[in-house]
């Protein structure tokens, strides 16, 4: 069955991943980033493929401009039946050199701005009594980071609100569950690497990965949905580790 998805962070990496499965299994997408031309692209690709995909411009934390969006969206595509929230930003520093602002910035993104993307969408699948939420989160907030204080304490908020949205919202038909990824190969990280930020790099990475590869961004879409299908109604609340074995 066809249903419309959207997703955030879509332009690149894990978000365009999820997307680019979802629109092949026949959903029609609304892709959203703060990358205006590289959203653009993406959804044109999809297009090209023969999917049905519209890109919007817009900042997860800015509640007005996702409300706006996911407007257009029942618009041009029908109510949202499955929500994907892949935008992030990540963050490095010692704990004593985290400012203020730098803290209340990643916790805007990763956290605030899942809230706002699921909340502004909620309502339609309350009122079809059917819906699909997954959430991205991140094995730092398992298991600890040095250096990521704030990136990890703002996806373990992520894990918290899946699980608590996901008691919540059961009776409706709506699953909520998070995919917390491993070391994924994205540009992200790539950038992270070539800044100095991951000790030893990627090959280092790898070479303590009991799976002994990289994640790939295909690797969280392919979970992702079935987290989305009607297969997966019976699995709520949980933290799918796609992570190659890092954590257990």
Not at 67 to 84: F, H, N, Q, T, W
Not at 206 to 223: E, K, Q, S, W
């Amino acid at each position: 069955m066809s249903r419309v998805a959207v997703v955030t962070g879509a332009a690149s990496g894990m978000g365009l991943a999820i997307a680019s499965r979802l629109a092949d299994l026949g959903h029609r997408l609304a892709l959203l980033d703060l990358q205006g031309e590289a959203v653009q692209r993406a959804a044109e690709d999809l297009r090209a493929r023969g999917g049905r995909a519209l890109a919007y411009a817009l900042d997860v934390r800015d509640r007005g401009a996702i409300d706006e969006a996911l407007s257009k969206v029942r618009s041009d595509l029908g109510p949202i039946e499955i929500v994907v929230t892949s935008a992030g930003i990540d963050a490095f520093a010692e704990f004593s050199e985290i400012s203020v602002v730098e803290w209340e910035r990643v916790i805007a993104v990763n956290l605030t701005g899942t809230f706002h993307c699921i909340q502004a969408a909620v309502p339609d699948m309350l009122a079809a009594r059917w819906g699909r939420i997954v959430t991205i989160s991140s094995i730092s907030a398992q298991s600890g980071a040095a250096q990521m204080v704030h990136y990890a304490a703002s996806k373990g908020g992520v894990i918290g609100l899946t699980k608590a949205l996901a008691i919540e919202l059961a009776p409706h038909g709506i699953t909520v569950n998070t995919i917390p990824p491993g070391f994924i190969d994205t540009p992200m990280a790539r950038r992270a690497e070539s800044e100095g930020r991951l000790p030893g790099g990627v090959d280092a990475i790898v070479a303590r990965t009991p799976v002994r590869r990289a994640g790939t961004p295909n690797d969280v879409a392919a979970a992702c949905a079935f987290l989305c299908s009607d297969e997966a109604g019976f699995i709520t609340g949980q933290a799918i580790g796609v992570n190659g074995g890092w954590y257990l």
